[in-house]
Antibody, heavy 121, light 108 residues
Framework: QLQLQESGPGLVKPSETLSLTCTVS??????????WGWIRQPPGKGLEWIGM???????YYNPSLKSRVTISVDTSKNQFSLNLSSVTAADTAVYYC?????????????WGRGTLVTVSS | EIVLTQSPGTLSLSPGERATLSCRAS???????LAWYQQKPGQAPRLLIY???SRPTDIPDTFSGSGSGTDFTLTISRLEPEDFAVYYC?????????FGQGTKLEIK
């Protein structure tokens, strides 16, 4: 069964770059009917879509974060990654990676467990 | 950007009762691009409904979705203790793919 797992530092200093990786196991990231996305959730708040990537490398970002976000994919490792630059305390959140199924319907059907990233000096 | 407004913010009900949650969009969305998620404390969201009314095979039939255009509804026909959680709608009609702010379903 396909699973996703986030990894990366749990603490990042203000103005630095947050970097996370999502490892996909039990299936291939090179799927024609799926995108691979990042979603975040500040403590006690709602969900925010950050962006997503296709296995070919095509990316789509939330305009509110676009100037600071880069999502990349490494098909040889079955991984995709998130870089968020110039972070502030407002970027403190649980970061989830997820699989977006597309076609007749679109939905995030598989999620990682999430990883808490705290921005603090 | 499409804004999704969920109501009520908090819904207090007892096990066995029926729950009706609303999600209203600021502009029309194709039903194919509206999904509902359940989130319990400390857990990732879980897909409940896609295409406004379709249910994944592992979701019990006590959960149902309906609606079109700008008004969508999630109904839980008979609440079980494990159904008390936060529920989010999300749209994929246009980028950014926004979520509603959530409805907390709590035990009365």
């Amino acid at each position: 069964q396909l699973q996703l797992q986030e990894s990366g530092p749990g603490l990042v200093k203000p103005s630095e770059t947050l970097s996370l990786t999502c490892t996909v196991s039990g299936g291939s990231i090179s799927s024609s009917t799926h995108y691979w996305g990042w979603i975040r959730q500040p403590p006690g708040k709602g969900l925010e879509w950050i962006g997503m990537i296709y296995y070919s490398g095509s990316t789509y970002y939330n305009p509110s974060l676009k100037s600071r976000v880069t999502i990349s994919v490494d098909t040889s490792k079955n991984q995709f990654s998130l870089n968020l630059s110039s972070v502030t305390a407002a970027d403190t959140a649980v970061y989830y990676c997820a699989r977006l199924t597309t076609g007749a319907y679109w939905y995030f059907d598989l999620w990682g467990r999430g990883t808490l990233v705290t921005v603090s000096s | 950007e499409i804004v999704l407004t969920q109501s009520p913010g908090t819904l207090s009900l007892s096990p066995g009762e029926r729950a009706t949650l609303s999600c209203r969009a600021s502009q029309s969305i194709s039903s194919s691009y509206l999904a509902w998620y359940q989130q319990k404390p400390g857990q990732a969201p879980r897909l409940l409904i896609y295409g406004a009314s379709s249910r994944p095979t592992d979701i019990p039939d006590t959960f149902s979705g309906s609606g079109s255009g700008t008004d969508f509804t999630l109904t839980i026909s008979r609440l079980e203790p494990e159904d008390f959680a936060v529920y989010y709608c999300q749209q994929y009609g246009s980028s950014p793919y926004t979520f509603g702010q959530g409805t907390k379903l709590e035990i009365k």
